[in-house]
């Protein structure tokens, strides 16, 4: 990819977005990025104050631009205003569409997510062309960003030159934050505050490195297909097998507890009706709760071919985040 060209970001602050933006650098790119608020300057990179949905920021950011990466997406648990995930997920985006278009963007890569495939039956190994098993949604961000993504096939016909990718379950080092749970999961494990199976720990997800999905969107940014998506993740686990390394890294043998849905369900509506009612964010919630009561098992093999996509096992992952995670908590 020709390193000349401008690039405009969003997102750059988040987990995934983070690491893309550090690779970038590393790159030689020039860097607009916009954020909320300014930080401390860098080198080849310019900080344009605003957000996705404010239409004019975007105009003022794109502007001179050959490219876009846009990560911004509201993915909490829980926001204050039920209308936010629309707001962010879907209006958006649709300005970030409608920006690129009218300013004549070469490439977006649009991040977005793995929930949008839906959950595979048992046994199955899903990809892009799977079609929803479901027509229920688990949360409303993966609603969001199933309809926005529904409605990108209209945009792709009308000529806007977009590649999508849709990340998995991403762990690793960096924000520690609710956007990197599955490190907060692994790390709440390791010190005994989560010795829970979430339904005895049996259903399949796939988990995929930070710096692997970071490197997936560049390379999908210089050899993805217009219209096309591609899954970037890692390995497909069980809950009980991701807990299993994570002991084998760190030589021992933690207890766990496999429950069945019913108490975590439990709870999780009393997090939501309290977080309803009193405003206190909730650490989870009945549909986080769903996710993890059925498989999410996908294959990374498109974007290994038609990408060079080339994840780090595991295993390698998990010793990495582990090493960060002692290396965080010591520094606390």
Not at 44 to 51: A, K
Not at 105 to 121: A, D, F, K, N, Y
Request: aromatic fraction near 12%.
């Amino acid at each position: 990819m020709d390193t000349t060209g401008k690039i405009f970001i969003t997102g750059s602050t988040g987990f995934i977005g983070s690491v893309l933006f550090e690779r970038l650098i590393q790159c030689g790119f020039s860097i607009k990025a916009l954020v909320r608020n300014r930080p401390e300057t860098k080198p080849n990179v310019e900080y344009i104050v605003g957000d996705i949905t404010d239409i004019e920021s975007l105009r003022h950011g794109m502007r001179d631009c050959r490219y876009v990466f846009h990560l911004a997406a509201y993915a909490k648990n829980w926001p204050p205003n039920p209308k936010t995930y629309e707001q962010v997920n879907i209006n958006g985006t649709r300005n970030i569409f409608t920006v690129a278009k009218e300013l004549g963007i070469e490439r977006i890569v649009w991040t977005s997510t793995i929930v949008t495939l839906g959950p595979t039956p048992h046994g199955v190994l899903g990809d892009e062309t799977m079609p929803r098993i479901t027509k229920r949604y688990f949360t409303e961000y993966e609603q969001t960003k199933t309809l926005m993504e529904q409605e990108s096939t209209q945009w792709i016909k009308e000529g806007l030159p977009l590649v999508i990718v849709n990340p998995t379950r991403v762990y690793g080092p960096g924000l520690f934050s609710e956007s990197n749970s599955v490190s907060k999961l692994i790390d709440d494990f390791r010190h005994g505050r989560f010795p829970f199976l979430l339904n005895r720990g049996v259903n399949i997800g796939n988990y995929g490195f930070v710096n692997d999905i970071a490197e997936g969107h560049l390379l999908a940014m210089q050899h993805g297909k217009i219209g096309e998506r591609y899954i970037l993740g890692g390995e497909n686990v069980s809950l009980e097998r991701l807990f299993q390394t994570v002991d084998r890294i760190d030589g021992t043998k933690r207890f766990q507890w496999k429950i069945y849905w019913v108490i975590p369900m439990i709870v999780a509506y009393f997090f939501r009706y309290r977080a309803e009612y009193f405003g206190v964010y909730p650490p989870i919630t009945p549909g986080w709760v769903r996710t993890f009561l059925v498989d999410w098992a996908f294959s990374c093999d498109k974007a290994k071919q038609e990408l060079g996509y080339s994840p780090i096992s595991l295993e390698e992952g998990i010793r990495k985040t582990c090493q960060w995670l002692d290396t965080f908590q010591h520094n606390k």
